[in-house]
Structure formats: structure tokens, C-alpha cells
């Protein structure tokens, strides 16, 4: 319970653009998670995913491409990954924007779209609608920049 708290409150502190709180409230999550791991092996896998994903967010929002895209690729290499579409969802997400943040909107725009295309097919529309208006944004600026 206490790793889901901290790493749904970092996500919420992201949103709000609070980079020190979520990465505090990150941090945290994974040194929960390191315990839960030694009890429900399984579950921290899950929740490991999850934790890179938002903290992901938190060190490109810092401006820590490196550190960003490691996490990324953590969770689409991570043996489980094929069995949690949300998860693999939100990693997509998080190359879209980490490429958006460094100015590589036609990768931003490859990464957006696979994650609408996967996001559609079980049937996530907010996610969608988030990543279309993400994609539509990228897109427009592509245009502008030519």
C-alpha cells in the first residue's frame, strides 16, 4: 500500500509540476518497494515498472534526458512488460515526451502515436485523447519549424 501511495502521489506532484516533491515521493516508493520485493517478488516487478515510469517524468521535467530515457528502456525491457499494456502505455508516453522536451518532435510524434495506437486497443480514451492532442501539438510545431 505505502509503494502505491508514494509513487501515485509523485505522479500527482509531476502533473503539478512539483519536480522536488515527486521525486521525493518516488524515491520512496522504490525503497518500499525494495522491501515488498523480499515478500511479493511479483508485485514490486510491477510496481518497479510503474516507479520508473513516473520517475521518469520527474528527471526529464529536470531537464536529465540520460537518467529519463534509462528508466524508459528499464520498462520496455523488463520480462513482464508484455503482459501490462497501461504500463507500457505510460513508458511510450514518457519517450514522446522526453523526445518533445528535447526538441525531437518527429521521434516525440513516433512514440505519441504508438502509445495511441496501443491505448486504443484496449479501449483507454483518456490516455488517448491526452497523447492525440500530444501528437496534434508536435505535429503543428513540425510545420512551423519548415
Given at each position: 500500500m505505502l509503494v502505491r501511495c508514494h509513487n501515485n502521489l509523485c505522479y500527482l506532484?509531476?502533473?503539478k509540476g512539483c519536480?522536488?516533491?515527486?521525486l521525493q515521493a518516488g524515491l520512496l516508493a522504490?525503497?518500499?518497494?525494495?522491501?515488498l520485493a523480499r515478500t511479493m517478488p511479483d508485485l514490486a516487478k510491477l510496481?518497479?515498472?510503474?516507479?520508473?515510469?513516473?520517475?521518469?517524468d520527474v528527471y526529464i521535467l529536470e531537464g536529465d534526458f540520460i537518467?529519463?530515457?534509462a528508466l524508459l528502456d528499464r520498462t520496455l525491457s523488463s520480462d513482464i512488460i508484455h503482459h501490462h499494456k497501461r504500463e507500457k502505455v505510460a513508458a511510450l508516453f514518457?519517450?514522446?515526451?522526453?523526445?518533445?522536451?528535447?526538441?525531437?518532435?518527429e521521434e516525440a510524434v513516433f512514440?505519441?502515436?504508438q502509445a495511441i495506437d496501443l491505448a486504443q486497443s484496449y479501449g483507454d480514451k483518456p490516455i488517448t485523447k491526452k497523447s492525440d492532442a500530444l501528437t496534434l501539438k508536435c505535429i503543428v510545431s513540425i510545420g512551423l519549424a519548415r
Amino acid at each position: 500500500m505505502l509503494v502505491r501511495c508514494h509513487n501515485n502521489l509523485c505522479y500527482l506532484e509531476v502533473e503539478k509540476g512539483c519536480t522536488k516533491e515527486a521525486l521525493q515521493a518516488g524515491l520512496l516508493a522504490r525503497a518500499y518497494n525494495k522491501s515488498l520485493a523480499r515478500t511479493m517478488p511479483d508485485l514490486a516487478k510491477l510496481h518497479d515498472i510503474r516507479i520508473n515510469n513516473n520517475l521518469a517524468d520527474v528527471y526529464i521535467l529536470e531537464g536529465d534526458f540520460i537518467t529519463g530515457k534509462a528508466l524508459l528502456d528499464r520498462t520496455l525491457s523488463s520480462d513482464i512488460i508484455h503482459h501490462h499494456k497501461r504500463e507500457k502505455v505510460a513508458a511510450l508516453f514518457g519517450y514522446g515526451f522526453l523526445f518533445e522536451k528535447q526538441q525531437k518532435l518527429e521521434e516525440a510524434v513516433f512514440y505519441y502515436k504508438q502509445a495511441i495506437d496501443l491505448a486504443q486497443s484496449y479501449g483507454d480514451k483518456p490516455i488517448t485523447k491526452k497523447s492525440d492532442a500530444l501528437t496534434l501539438k508536435c505535429i503543428v510545431s513540425i510545420g512551423l519549424a519548415r
